[in-house]
């Protein structure tokens, strides 16, 4: 078992940067992919990024290439997203989610993973 808590949401101008942090609890953390997703209101949960568990490996999506960079500290048990160059589209509920190493499918499905976070909201104003 895998318990997530995303924190760091919050209202911001566009342009600007946040940070978002998901602390994650249980005894196999460490070997879990990590993934965040977001999902705006009427929208459906789509996919942002993902990090390997030792982190050597990272997708994007296309819409946030070059803008967000995903990370873990596998010490502290913490996945990070920092975000910059926000535009008012990447307004939506973030979530983070943990996917055992050998589930096999795309890393960009929500169905690939196992576990997720309670979200945080992020909104840009323009």
């Known amino acids: 078992q895998v318990q997530l808590v995303e924190s760091g949401g919050g209202f911001v101008q566009a342009g600007g940067s946040l940070r978002l942090s998901c602390a994650a609890s249980g005894r196999t953390y460490g070997s879990y992919v990590m993934g965040w997703f977001r999902q705006a209101p009427g929208t459906e949960r789509e996919f942002v990024a993902c990090i390997s568990y030792s982190g050597g490996d990272t997708i994007y999506a296309d819409s946030v290439k070059g803008r967000f960079t995903v990370s873990r500290d596998n010490a502290k048990n913490t996945v990070y997203l920092q975000m910059n160059s926000l535009k008012p589209e990447d307004t939506a509920f973030y979530y983070c989610?943990?996917?055992?190493?050998?589930?096999?499918?795309?890393?960009?499905?929500?169905?690939?993973?196992?576990?997720w976070g309670q979200g945080t909201q992020i909104t840009v104003s323009s």
């Open positions: 989610a943990a996917r055992s190493p050998w589930t096999e499918g795309s890393y960009s499905s929500t169905e690939t993973y196992a576990y």
